[in-house]
């Protein structure tokens, strides 16, 4: 079973930068689509990036477009979700998840993943 393990998130500040870091130590992530999603207290979970298995493109939300930018390191089994120009409204946990020989019709459909991590808060606030 793929366990995937998120870190980077914490505290920022309105406009700053954070980057996200996805891991797994068992398989490699070469075969799969990893998708990130967010969840905010008392909202429902968010699709805002997904990077493919195949041939690496990338997908966005609208609400991140532009400020966001997902990549994956092979040769590590990482990928990595640079968030910039941070915005109250980011707050929230963030997911990471993968998908065998992803992404299916949908990238944004949290069903279509098959593994899922724990989770890291990121929290923008002066």
């Known amino acids: 079973q793929l366990q995937l393990v998120e870190s980077g998130g914490g505290l920022v500040q309105p406009g700053g930068s954070l980057t996200l870091s996805c891991a797994t130590s068992?398989?490699?992530?070469?075969?799969?689509?990893v998708g990130w999603f967010r969840q905010a207290p008392g909202r429902e979970r968010e699709a805002i990036s997904c990077i493919s298995s195949t041939d690496d493109s990338t997908y966005y939300a609208d609400s991140v477009k532009g400020r966001f930018t997902i990549s994956r390191d092979n040769a590590k089994n990482m990928v990595y979700l640079q968030m910039n120009s941070l915005k109250p409204n980011d707050t929230a946990v963030y997911f990471c998840?993968?998908?065998?020989w992803g992404p299916g019709s949908d990238w944004s459909v949290a069903r279509e993943y098959d593994y899922w991590g724990q989770g890291t808060q990121v929290t923008v606030s002066s």
């Open positions: 068992q398989y490699t992530l070469d075969y799969y689509a």
């Open positions: 998840a993968a998908d065998l």
